[in-house]
């Protein structure tokens, strides 16, 4: 196994996402995406619209190096409004799950002031490890 989900035995079991990740292999980055189109178009001022678009285009910059969702080690999540985030939870979970699966990288989240984009809700980076053939 490349990869492996790192939780303190005493911890209590973490919902959504791994305390840590171990992995080897080839490391892949993605910049901060965020929710529009690959024209630069927002078709959504909906947050769980934005979230599933910018999970969409990770997904797709990472099969540019041959990486899938399952090789995830890392996403840091910066949101516009906390609140936004937490009252859409489980919208959030199921479009997390038809993107991703249930594959849970070591996550983190950060509300800001703004983002570059005047209309983006979220931007989200990923880190990735294909595993040594």
């Known amino acids: 196994m490349s990869h492996e989900a790192l939780h303190p035995r005493n911890w209590k079991a973490a919902k959504g996402y791994a305390n840590g990740m171990a992995a080897s292999g080839r490391m892949v980055f993605t910049g901060g995406l965020i929710g529009w189109n690959a024209d630069q178009e927002f078709e959504t ?16 910059v ?3 190096a041959g990486a899938k969702p399952e090789h995830l080690v890392r996403l840091t999540w910066y949101v516009t409004d ?10 959030l979970g199921a479009v997390y799950k038809a993107v991703i699966g249930r594959h849970y990288p070591a996550m983190a989240l950060v509300q800001v002031v703004a983002l570059v984009e005047d209309r983006a809700k979220v931007e989200i980076e990923a880190t990735a490890v294909i595993p040594q053939a």
């Open 82 to 91: 906390k609140q936004e985030y937490l009252g859409n939870l489980k919208g």
């Open 45 to 60: 001022d909906d947050f769980v619209g934005q979230v599933e678009t910018a999970l969409r285009g990770i997904v797709e």
């Open 62 to 64: 990472l099969a540019c």
